[in-house]
């Protein structure tokens, strides 16, 4: 089916129409083009409307980054969408995987953002119940932006909220301040399983377009951190191209039955709706999740377990304090 006809068939969904029109755009003016592939809903989406547009002359090299704590089900799906397009997707390992940073470095906790802030208060000895005008730079050293975060003086947004303010969990500075954390919190596993394994990646393939999966939707750090579907290059960097930023659920949904898509077997049969990194303690709905691994991969969910099982313990004796404060606190 030519290009043409192939938008006369399509959805009427403007998301869906405008995503097809821009993808073939977009691999017409690159030459050469890294697609992160996943294994989740959402790049089993870009993969198929990335193969549906692609240009005869165009190089698509497809990639997946395998943090250590991947689901089989994911793998084995990978393996299926291979022969379906008849393309290779790149397997590479991560430079740390998930449980090495984390034993090394400290688990994340709640968020990527609260893990970061965490994990910097933490290597600069801070006292957790120390008074806001006494936790000054000079005595905690550069750590600014994790003091603010803390004491949840960070600069407004134009909107009048704060980004990332400690007041997005409801309690837990009060919670922090009664019960110190125990263990190392980090977020560094994001950084050494997938950032910088991306980066090596880019390095030696040297794309002049990337391709990812976020969606506006998506919403948290990531999602808060760009502003549309195309980030021009900077500097030697590769542009950026995100072909689902504006989509909405409906809309993957609609082109999935448009398309007749099967993602893999973590959403088919067990009934997850994301995949990625089993457990990962930034996923408010982990230790539910790890319930339905276990009966599919139990060794997995047991591996997740001993890797993130400090983060669980802390995160279900904070939503207790919560539970316990109800109604004591005006924001709760
Ligand atoms: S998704 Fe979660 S577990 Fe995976 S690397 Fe990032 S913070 Fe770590």
Request: hydrophobic share 35%; proline share 4%; net charge positive.
């Amino acid at each position: 089916m030519d290009f043409n006809d192939l938008l006369e068939h399509a959805p009427k969904n403007i998301h869906i129409f405008d995503g097809l029109l821009k993808a073939r755009a977009m691999l017409e003016r690159h030459r050469k083009i890294a697609v992160s592939v996943s294994g989740g809903s959402d790049s089993d989406t870009i993969m198929d409307l990335l193969e549906l547009v692609k240009p005869e002359a165009c190089e698509l090299v497809y990639v997946f980054f395998d943090t250590g704590l991947e689901f089989d089900a994911t793998k084995r799906h990978l393996d299926e969408l291979e022969s379906k397009y008849g393309v290779t997707i790149k397997r590479r390992r991560a430079k740390k995987t998930v449980a090495a940073a984390c034993r090394d470095y400290g688990v994340p906790f709640i968020s990527k953002d609260a893990s970061e802030m965490m994990s910097r208060l933490q290597r600069h000895g801070f006292d957790w119940n120390d008074a806001p005008e006494n936790a000054t730079v000079d005595k905690y050293g550069r750590c600014k932006s994790a003091l603010d975060w803390y004491f949840d003086c960070r600069p407004l947004s134009i909107s009048g909220k704060s980004k990332y303010s400690i007041r997005r969990h409801k309690l837990l500075r009060e919670f922090i301040q009664a019960n110190a954390p125990g263990f190392a919190v980090s977020d560094k596993c994001c950084d050494y399983a997938k950032k910088q394994t991306a980066a090596d990646f880019q390095k030696e393939f040297k794309a002049d377009l990337i391709v990812n999966g976020m969606r506006r939707a998506e919403g948290g750090r990531r999602a808060g951190s760009v502003q549309t579907c195309f980030t021009p290059s900077k500097g030697c960097k590769p542009d950026n191209y995100r072909p689902l930023w504006f989509w909405t659920d409906d809309d993957k949904a609609a082109y999935k039955e448009w398309r007749g898509l099967r993602y893999s077997d973590c959403y088919e049969v067990w009934g997850l709706t994301r995949t990625g990194c089993v457990g990962c303690p930034c996923n408010s709905k982990a230790e539910q999740e790890l319930e339905i691994v276990e009966q599919y991969e139990p060794q997995l969910a047991k591996a997740a377990r001993n890797v993130f099982g400090a983060s669980y313990d802390f995160k279900r004796r904070y939503a207790d304090y919560k539970n316990e404060n109800k109604g004591r606190h005006p924001n709760v």
